[in-house]
């Protein structure tokens, strides 16, 4: 069966120290979305892409990151992370951009200490 | 700006019905969704809702009225493991989706 999956589920760093969260899908869609998601916010879009190569930021993108070269991954790397970086992160694909019936992953819960 | 409101708790009894009301006011519309999420889960998609009117999928309805940037989500024959928050969103011109905080769902027996 395809999926999406996030690795690590969960992560403690330290301020300053630069992190590298994984998404891979095997529904082989073109789009693929990084959101933070915390206490009293909606999900906020982090980061986008809708193909290989293509990146795009999201209404939170200072101090994230992304790369896609390949349709499988979108890995989200913090630069230096920070402790308002302390979140729920969560990876989602869909098949068009018309289509935002997304699947998600499991999450990864971030702390920054 | 962009903006979608909902409750952010709402409690109901086991077998009874419950609504749960979204307005929006965003740059455009191109549809309106309902993700269901357990606590330390993913969300799961509900519900898409494009045109006025309501769309009914077992249990679970939604709603929509562009004219008045409102929906609703309607459970029935609530059970136990209703419970979980309910998101909902707006794909605005852009193609983005624009989330709400969410309405934490609370089934007692």
């Known amino acids: 069966d395809a999926e999406i999956t996030q690795s690590p589920r969960h992560k403690i760093t330290e301020t300053g120290r630069q992190v590298t969260l994984a998404c891979h899908q095997t529904w082989n869609h073109n789009n693929m979305f990084w959101y933070r998601q915390d206490l009293g916010h909606g999900l906020r879009l982090i980061h986008y892409?809708?193909?290989?190569?293509?990146?795009n930021k999201g209404e939170v993108s200072d101090g994230y990151s992304v790369s896609r070269s390949n349709t499988e991954d979108l890995p989200l790397t913090l630069e230096s992370a920070a402790s308002s970086q302390t979140s729920v992160y969560f990876c989602?694909?869909?098949?068009?951009?018309?289509?935002?019936?997304?699947?998600f992953g499991q999450g990864t819960r971030l702390t920054v200490v | 700006g962009q903006n979608i409101d909902q409750p952010t708790e709402m409690t109901a009894t086991e077998g009874a019905i419950v609504q749960i009301n979204c307005t929006y006011q965003t740059s455009g519309f191109n549809g309106l969704f309902w993700y269901q999420q357990h606590a330390g889960e993913a969300p799961t998609f509900l519900s898409y809702n494009v045109l006025d009117g309501l769309e009914e999928k077992g249990r679970f309805s939604s709603f929509l009225s562009r004219s008045k940037g409102y929906s609703y989500l309607l459970l029935k024959e609530l059970q136990m493991k209703d419970s979980a928050s309910y998101l909902c969103a707006v794909m605005d011109s852009n193609y983005q989706l624009i989330w709400g905080a969410g309405t934490k769902l609370i089934i007692k027996p």
């Open positions: 892409s809708y193909g290989v190569q293509d990146t």
């Open positions: 989602a694909s869909s098949e068009s951009v018309e289509v935002a019936d997304a699947f």
